[in-house]
Structure formats: C-alpha cells, structure tokens
C-alpha cells in the first residue's frame, strides 16, 4: 500500500491558485483515490509550470512517483499505460 496522504496534502495546498488550483485539486483527488495512472495521464497533459511542480512535488515520495511514470532507455518518463506520448517499446533481449 502507498502512502499518499502528504502528497495528496501538496497538492491540495495549491487549490486556491487562481489560474491552476482546480487541476490541482482534481489531480490530489486522484491520488487520494488511488487513480495513479489516471492522474498521471492528467498531470501529463497540464501546461509546463504546473506540471512539472506537481511531478516534483510526487518525486518526494518515490513508490507513488513508480507507480505513475517510469524513465524509458532514452531517458523519457513515460505513464504506466500502453501508450505514450514519449512511449518508445522496449527491445527484448
């Protein structure tokens, strides 16, 4: 079981933000709901500035930060769903 409650807290701190506080909010309530794959396909499609504050703020807790996204062989972090925007199959050895 992943603990997400400080992360989902992070999160939640930014939902009065008058541009993104709903995305914020709506990304903590996934988590919270243990919807990791749904929240980082959300996340992924977020403007830059937020979504790379909310990718840092989840990097704290690195199960949680596992469960969601993972770095291909090029170094691209990919969603943990069959396709990606930077989604590059894996050769088998």
Request: net charge neutral; glycine share 4%.
């Amino acid at each position: 079981m992943i603990n997400t409650k400080n992360v989902k807290k992070d999160l939640l701190r930014f939902r009065h933000d008058d541009m993104d506080g709903q995305d914020y909010e709506t990304a903590a309530n996934l988590i919270g709901g243990n919807q990791f794959i749904a929240a980082a396909n959300f996340i992924d499609m977020l403007d830059t500035m937020p979504r790379e504050h909310m990718m840092t703020l989840i990097f704290k807790n690195k199960k949680l930060w596992n469960e969601m996204w993972y770095y291909d062989d090029d170094g691209y972090f990919c969603t943990r769903q069959s396709v990606c925007a930077s989604f590059k199959p894996r050769k088998v050895a």
